[in-house]
T-cell receptor, first 116, second 113 residues
Framework: DGGITQSPKYLFRKEGQNVTLSCEQN?????MYWYRQDPGQGLRLIYY???????QKGDIAEGYSVSREKKESFPLTVTSAQKNPTAFYLC???????????????FGPGTRLTVL | AQSVTQPDIHITVSEGASLELRCNYS??????LFWYVQSPGQGLQLLLK??????LVQGIKGFEAEFKRSQSSFNLRKPSVHWSDAAEYFC???????????FGQGTRLTINP
């Protein structure tokens, strides 16, 4: 089955530690996205990547970092510089440009990060 | 600035009743509009989308939405809700290609038996 997987589903971190959230897709999509979801605030874009080895900051990139070494993978690192990292993190993908356009963003099941 | 407003944070309706969830947007170019649904602790599922053509759009699970350019609105409707429709609903706007979507704050729907 094609889709987006995120792991782990739940993640606990001590203050001052970096942690990496995994996002993998087998939809052959070019673009991938990371969102943060907090109660009552909808989804806010952290980073996005339209192509391998390239990514752009979203609206709330401070304290986060990403890499895009493979088309299928877009891991997000929450660094110790992120002041309030406890949230639900969602990964999405689509193919907005070129041939085989899949404009709809498809979402993974999410990772809930809790800082202890 | 681009923005999406969902005026109702929480709505409660009885099973079998009709439903309308409101969405107002501010967007400088021709908008690409989406409605997503999220069950607790899950990812988002697309209900429907609109870019051009017929302003009344049909989606999955019996939902429909109407685009009204003059009112900058894209309200979601369902004639008769089922208990399984209880979830959170998000409206989003973006460019053609759906990069950099802007989401509303969400509307939580509760269904009374």
């Amino acid at each position: 089955d094609g889709g987006i997987t995120q792991s782990p589903k739940y993640l606990f971190r001590k203050e001052g530690q970096n942690v990496t959230l995994s996002c993998e897709q087998n939809l052959n999509h070019d673009a991938m996205y990371w969102y943060r979801q907090d109660p009552g605030q909808g989804l806010r874009l952290i980073y996005y990547s339209q192509i391998v080895n390239d990514f752009q900051k979203g609206d709330i990139a401070e304290g986060y970092s990403v890499s895009r070494e493979k088309k299928e993978s877009f891991p997000l690192t929450v660094t110790s510089a992120q002041k309030n990292p406890t949230a639900f993190y969602l990964c999405a993908s689509n193919s907005p440009l070129g041939t085989g356009i899949t404009d709809t963003q498809y979402f993974g099941p999410g990772t809930r990060l809790t800082v202890l | 600035a681009q923005s999406v407003t969902q005026p109702d944070i929480h709505i409660t309706v009885s099973e079998g009743a009709s439903l309308e969830l409101r969405c107002n947007y501010s967007y400088g170019a021709t908008p690409y509009l989406f409605w997503y649904v999220q069950s607790p602790g899950q990812g988002l599922q697309l209900l429907l989308k609109y870019f051009s053509g017929d302003t009344l759009v049909q989606g999955i699970k019996g939902f429909e939405a109407e685009f009204k350019r003059s009112q900058s609105s894209f309200n979601l409707r369902k004639p008769s809700v089922h208990w399984s429709d209880a979830a959170e609903y998000f409206c989003a706007v973006g460019p053609r290609g759906a990069q950099k979507l802007v989401f509303g704050q969400g509307t939580r729907l509760t269904i009374n038996p």
